[in-house]
């Protein structure tokens, strides 16, 4: 399976490590994801924990599940937003978090502790049964 082949075209997924500095992980194919998750996160304010679905996405945030923290100390946040099929299905942030938390978890394992972010062929995702 190709890296890049593999990673999803419907998540957008921003975080980042202990040494690493926010940045996008995966950017839904886009080729300047910048603007969508802007928009996608407008007006959400700057809760830890956020949610909002509209037409065809989801915008959430959450704190680091395993409660992991950057070299300053400060919880790992991570952004997603989510386009296609399973919008739908994610009709809260707690629902979010039990759908997309899984898809992700073992990528981000692997790369959050590193001393450099990670490149395209770092994230190896193995997503079963969610394709767009």
Known sequence: MSPLRDRPDWLMWATRGRS??????????????LETFERA??????????????????AMRFPDPLNRRDSAGRVIPHHFV????????????????EQIWPLVEVAYARVWDSDNPPLGADLRFTIKGHHR
């Open 20 to 33: 690493w500095g926010f940045r996008f992980l995966l950017d839904a194919g886009l080729p300047d994801p």
């Open 41 to 58: 996160f407008a007006g959400m304010g700057d809760d830890p924990t956020a949610w909002r679905r509209s037409v065809g996405q989801v």
């Open 82 to 97: 989510v386009f296609g099929p399973l919008v739908e299905g994610i009709p809260s942030l707690e629902a979010g978090l």
